[in-house]
């Protein structure tokens, strides 16, 4: 039986579980050998593995934690009806603060997963994240397609041959003629301080401030991972 393969996506529901950091932690501690950019692709992938199987055993089952604490609640409110007890209202208010933690984790998966940036996370407004998702899929096919010279591509075969050979076009180099004589009446406006400045590594401070100004619920990168999960340090 053929099963599609759900591609991995750092979710932020993870950033508020205290055992997210040891567990990145433990990954990272790996000892692997190869360059530095091979040790970082090789721990990124192990590191997938281990939070695939993690979020499976503590935010796998949302639904079921919410219903069992939702049933557990009417029964101690029924119960507090009764009788009035202090062993009672404590376990009450206790699952009421960890239902509160559940329904923040179910808003702020369904928040990503829509990438609605309008909508505030705290709006329990499930129905319009999911309608944003359906809107959005619809979005992203494309059943038609004109050329420049009017050819209408009706097929999904069609429309994908003429998108590559558009872009093969558009990418590929043509010879371009130079006037050497007229390049020498171009006067240098960037000085060799500044030549020097720009082609200068970048250093830790500038990576960090580039790194934090990308919003934390945009795309994640192809390897899952988007610009959140870099923020945990």
Same mark, same amino acid.
């Given at each position: 039986m053929w099963c599609r393969l759900r591609p991995f996506k750092f979710l932020r529901i993870w950033d508020s579980h205290e055992e997210l950091i040891s567990l990145v =932690?433990? #990954?990272?501690? &790996?000892? #692997?050998?190869?360059? *530095?950019?091979?040790?970082? &692709? /090789?721990?990124?992938?192990?590191?997938?593995? *281990?939070?695939? &199987?993690? @979020? =499976?055993?503590?935010?796998?089952?949302? @639904?079921?934690?919410?219903?069992?604490?939702?049933? /557990? #609640?009417f029964e101690l409110e029924v119960c507090l009806a009764r009788n009035v007890l202090p062993q009672t209202e404590l376990e009450l208010l206790t699952c009421k603060q960890e239902h509160i933690q559940w329904v923040h984790q179910e808003e702020i998966l369904a928040y990503q997963k829509s990438r609605v940036k309008w909508l505030a996370e705290g709006d329990s407004n499930k129905k319009k994240f999911h309608v944003s998702l359906r809107v959005k899929r619809k979005s992203k096919i494309i059943k038609r397609m004109q050329l420049d010279n009017g050819e209408m591509l009706d097929s999904s075969d069609a429309v994908h041959e003429g998108a590559v050979s558009f872009? =093969? =076009?558009?990418? &590929?180099?043509?010879?371009i003629e130079r006037d050497l004589g007229e390049m020498k009446l171009i006067q240098p406006v960037v000085s060799m301080e500044e030549n020097e400045a720009l082609c200068a590594a970048p250093s830790m401070e500038e990576i960090k401030q580039s790194l934090w100004s990308i919003p934390a619920d945009n795309s994640p990168g192809p390897n899952g991972f988007s610009a959140s999960f870099f923020m945990l340090a």
């Open positions: =932690q433990l #990954i990272w501690n &790996s000892n #692997i050998g190869g360059c *530095a950019m091979f040790r970082i &692709s /090789r721990k990124l992938k192990l590191l997938k593995r *281990a939070l695939k &199987s993690w @979020n =499976q055993e503590v935010f796998g089952r949302v @639904n079921v934690e919410l219903k069992k604490l939702e049933d /557990r #609640i872009f =093969q =076009q558009l990418l &590929s180099m043509m010879p």
